[in-house]
C-alpha cells in the first residue's frame, strides 16, 4: 500500500525542482527528503526522478504518477473541508495567519476580546514571515496585504478590506532637534534585507549615506524611536506611535489592500464565521489607520 506521506513528499519535489526546496516547504531535512522518494520507488518499482546539475526531472513513470498525486491531493482536501465544514461547534482550535506586524501592532487586542468573548475557542495567532496555506489546512483564516488581486488563489474566499499605506517616519524628539539645527547625523534605518525602498525619499531631512541595519520589524522601530534617524513604516505602526512623526516632505506609499481569507467548506464552520465577523468589522473601524487618513502630516 502507498503511504500518502510518500506522495506529499512526491510532490513537493516535483514541485519545488529540487530535495531541498522540497525539505524547506515540509520542514525537513533533505535525507529525510531523499529517504521518502526512495521508499516511494521501491514499493512502486520505478524511478520517479532524473537528478540533473539544474535539480530533479520527473522520469516518465514520475509523470504518471504526478498526475495520479494531484487527484489524491484534490481528494484529501475535498474530505477534509467537507468534514470540517459540518463542524458547527463553537469549540475547537482556530488558526489564523498574518503578518507580524499586523498581529503586534494592530490586531492583537481584538483578538484578545474574541478570545474573551467566546473562550472555549483555542485560538492559535501564526504571526511569521511565512504565511500558512490555507488550501493545505495549515490554517484557518488569512489576514493578508494583497498587491494585485489576481495573485489570489481562485479557490479562496475573499473580504475585501481597505488599502494599506505606508510613509517615512522618525522621533518627535529627532525632528525637533533637526528643526533647531542639531549637527548629529540622520540615518537610513534599514531591514537589512530589503533596503531603502525605491518610493521613499528623505523628503526635508537631509540624510547620511551609512545607513544603520536591522535584521527584523521590531528592532527596527525601537532604532527609530531612540532618534538614531529615518525609516519607512506602516502607517498603523507610524501614526499610532505617540513618539513618532511623519517626516517633513515624504508621500504616502500605497502597500496593497488588506484581505479577509477562508477556504472551502472550511469558512462554513460556525467558529470560522463568527471570528470573520466579528475581526471585518474591526477592520472597518481601522481603515483611516490603514490608509494613512487618521492624521495630518506634521
Not at 191 to 196: C, F, Q
Amino acid at each position: 500500500m502507498i503511504d500518502w506521506d510518500d506522495i506529499r513528499y512526491f510532490l513537493a519535489v516535483a514541485r519545488g525542482g529540487s530535495v531541498r526546496a522540497a525539505g524547506a516547504q515540509l520542514g525537513v531535512n533533505h535525507s529525510t527528503v531523499l529517504r521518502r522518494i526512495a521508499q516511494l520507488e521501491e514499493r512502486l518499482g520505478a524511478q520517479m526522478f532524473e537528478k540533473l546539475p539544474s535539480g530533479y526531472r520527473l522520469t516518465a513513470a514520475g509523470e504518471e504518477v504526478l498526475e495520479l498525486a494531484n487527484q489524491m491531493e484534490a481528494s484529501s482536501h475535498q474530505l477534509e473541508t467537507r468534514v470540517f465544514g459540518r463542524d458547527q461547534s463553537v469549540r475547537g482550535l482556530l488558526r489564523v495567519t498574518l503578518a507580524p506586524p499586523l498581529a503586534t501592532h494592530l490586531l492583537m487586542p481584538d483578538f484578545a476580546d474574541f478570545a474573551r468573548l467566546h473562550p472555549d475557542i483555542e485560538m492559535e495567532i501564526l504571526s511569521s514571515g511565512e504565511l500558512a496555506n490555507l488550501t493545505n489546512r495549515e490554517a484557518d483564516v488569512a489576514i493578508r496585504v494583497v498587491y494585485d488581486r489576481k495573485t489570489l488563489p481562485l479557490n479562496l474566499h475573499g473580504l475585501k478590506g481597505a488599502e494599506v499605506f505606508g510613509s517615512v517616519y522618525m522621533s518627535r524628539d529627532r525632528l525637533a532637534a533637526w528643526r533647531a539645527g542639531a549637527p548629529d547625523p540622520i540615518r537610513w534605518i534599514v531591514i537589512s534585507v530589503h533596503g531603502i525602498p525605491e518610493w521613499a525619499s528623505a523628503g526635508e531631512v537631509r540624510t547620511t549615506g551609512v545607513p544603520f541595519r536591522t535584521t527584523d520589524a521590531e528592532a527596527q522601530i525601537v532604532a527609530v524611536r531612540q532618534g538614531l534617524g529615518i525609516t519607512t513604516l506602516p502607517c498603523f505602526v507610524g501614526d499610532a506611535d505617540p513618539v513618532l512623526v511623519r517626516v517633513p516632505g515624504t508621500d504616502l506609499h500605497m502597500y496593497g489592500t488588506l484581505w479577509l481569507l477562508t477556504q472551502g467548506e472550511t469558512r462554513k464552520t460556525k467558529r470560522v464565521r463568527l471570528f470573520t465577523e466579528f475581526i471585518s468589522r474591526r477592520l472597518a473601524a481601522y481603515a483611516p489607520l490603514l490608509t494613512g487618513l487618521s492624521v495630518s502630516r506634521d
